[in-house]
């Protein structure tokens, strides 16, 4: 079945680091890929996706890019914030697969001064 | 706009006793919900989706009899966790599926304890 694998967190950074959590997947096709952000005691939100291969999803100034030679995609920022401090899930939706999601586990980033 | 919320935020039930979750979007209709197990440190597990009007659809090894979901109305999605026990502890979140069908909504989660 599809499957995704992200890096463990916690990740730490100071602010205006260059921020990559790596998130690969397993999927028959050609899944919709999404990563989604967690502040603290709120839902998940949306914060980028890309529905093809080489489509380069940003939001936010954080972009990601489905590499299907690769099964990869990505999260990168240039430079973090504080307020960037949140959990991160990479999830994709099959094909077909009625917007079903399946989840990563989650990357907690922390970002200091 | 496209908010979800989720009540209660956190509950504690005593072991055999049932508890309900309501999940509601606000500011549009859904016709399709979704509710997903939470574990500490992993990811989320999708439980069941919801349909309005329809029986919820579960995912393979979820207890349907436990886990009773009733989709009533376009904004409201319920889920009773029946005969808890302390395994069913967890943190269970909804979304629902927005108006143009192509991304989810998540509500902010209900945190689970059973003694």
């Known amino acids: 079945g599809d499957s995704v694998t992200q890096m463990e967190g916690p990740v730490t950074l100071s602010e205006e680091a260059f921020l990559t959590i790596n998130c690969t997947y397993t999927?028959?096709?050609?899944?919709?890929l999404f990563w989604y952000v967690q502040y603290p005691g709120e839902g998940l939100q949306l914060l980028l996706k890309a529905t093809k291969a080489d489509d380069k999803g940003s939001n936010k100034g954080f972009e990601a890019t489905y590499r299907k030679e690769t099964t990869s995609f990505h999260l990168e920022k240039g430079s973090v914030q504080v307020s960037d401090s949140a959990v991160y899930f990479c999830?994709?939706?099959?094909?077909?697969?009625?917007?079903?999601?399946?989840f990563g586990t989650g990357t907690q980033l922390k970002v200091e001064l | 706009g496209a908010v979800v919320s989720q009540h209660p935020s956190w509950v504690i039930c005593k072991s055999g006793t049932s508890v309900k979750i309501e999940c509601r979007s606000l500011d549009f209709q859904a016709t399709t919900m979704f509710w997903y197990r939470q574990f500490p440190k992993q990811s989320l597990m999708l439980m069941a989706t919801s349909n309005e009007g329809s029986k919820a659809t579960y995912e393979q090894g979820v207890e349907k009899d436990k886990f009773l979901i009733n989709h009533a109305s376009l904004t409201l999605s319920t889920l009773t966790v029946t005969s808890a026990h302390p395994e069913d502890s967890s943190f269970y979140i909804c979304?629902?599926?927005?108006?143009?069908?192509?991304?989810?909504?998540f509500g902010p989660g209900t945190r689970l304890t059973v003694t």
């Open positions: 999830a994709l939706s099959g094909e077909g697969g009625g917007n079903k999601l399946t």
């Open positions: 979304s629902a599926l927005g108006l143009a069908g192509d991304e989810q909504y």
């Open positions: 999927a028959t096709g050609y899944p919709s």
